[in-house]
């Protein structure tokens, strides 16, 4: 996932969607929000759309 995802927008994933999430003990709400931008990212990437999978 290398193209869709660099190391840098990894890590800026986790910093904004995961950390806080997980230091506030919201572990659900950690991972969805995880899933939803590496999936966003990747749709992206590849021009496809999203639209009613989020929410």
Known sequence: MEGAITDGEAGMILDEYAIPAFENKEYSKG????????????????GLKLKGLFG
Request: aromatic share 18%; glycine share 0%; charged share 20%.
């Open 31 to 46: 991972i969805k929000n995880t899933f939803f931008a590496v999936a966003s990212e990747v749709a992206n990437e590849y």
